[in-house]
């Protein structure tokens, strides 16, 4: 009786045991990685090529405006406002006395390197209209008689000088340059101006509008 107890005590005992270390060994077994899922590849289909943009070339560079333009820096279409002056050598240069002539006023200084350019082309205008009874006027700022009377005679200008001696003919013309330039017709309205420093085409250009039956070449 108390062997068969013992054995079947032994056989529960080794049971236990062994369930024991089969449980062990799957507690200290690493668990299995999963390997991960894999993610499709998304391939982009290639889009169709865009056709290049032409070259365009960029917009023109504007320059900065002048409040009401070109016209009202010159004051086109405008009455000539008076102009009265001492001339160099002697007497008075006094533009509504010149009323229907076309008339050129220019107003200068002698230190400007433009008017040492712009004179001789002046003058040769001056020569070749002188039939058309063109006028040319220069009239220097703020400088003594004889510095521009020097200034006259090495130039070679064929053409009258005037004394704005403390520039208030030109803050009224609005000069706001030297030289600068007024093309006044006949009527005493100024036709077209420019600032210092052109050539012949665009001397040539004010002299047609006071001179329309004139031909004017550059």
């Given at each position: ?9 032994g056989?529960?005992?080794g049971?236990?045991?062994?369930a024991?270390?089969l ?6 077994a ?36 002048i ?7 010159f ?22 006395a ?33 039939e ?40 009224e ?13 006949s009527?005493?309205?100024?036709r ?27």
């Amino acid at each position: 009786m108390w062997s068969r107890v013992a054995v079947l005590a032994g056989l529960l005992a080794g049971v236990a045991v062994a369930a024991l270390v089969l449980g062990g060994v799957l507690l200290l077994a690493p668990e299995p990685v999963s390997s991960p899922t894999p993610v499709p590849t998304i391939v982009a289909s290639p889009r169709p090529s865009e056709p290049s943009a032409p070259d365009t070339p960029p917009p023109p560079t504007v320059a900065p405006s002048i409040v009401g333009g070109e016209g009202a820096l010159f004051h086109i279409g405008e009455p000539a406002l008076p102009l009265v002056v001492p001339q160099v050598g002697g007497g008075t240069i006094d533009l509504a006395a010149l009323r229907g002539q076309p008339v050129w006023v220019t107003f200068m200084g002698t230190y400007c390197p433009p008017c040492y350019e712009e004179f001789p082309v002046m003058s040769r205008f001056a020569a070749q209209h002188e039939e058309d009874e063109l006028v040319v006027l220069a009239i220097d700022v703020r400088e003594d008689e004889g510095t521009v009377a020097t200034f006259a005679r090495e130039i070679g200008a064929i053409f009258p000088m005037g004394l704005d001696a403390d520039g208030s003919v030109a803050r009224e013309w609005g000069a706001v340059a030297l030289p600068v330039h007024f093309w006044v017709d006949s009527e005493g309205v100024i036709r077209d101006g420019a600032l210092g420093g052109i050539g012949p085409d665009v001397m040539a250009r004010g002299l047609r509008t006071i001179m329309p039956g004139a031909i004017v070449e550059p």
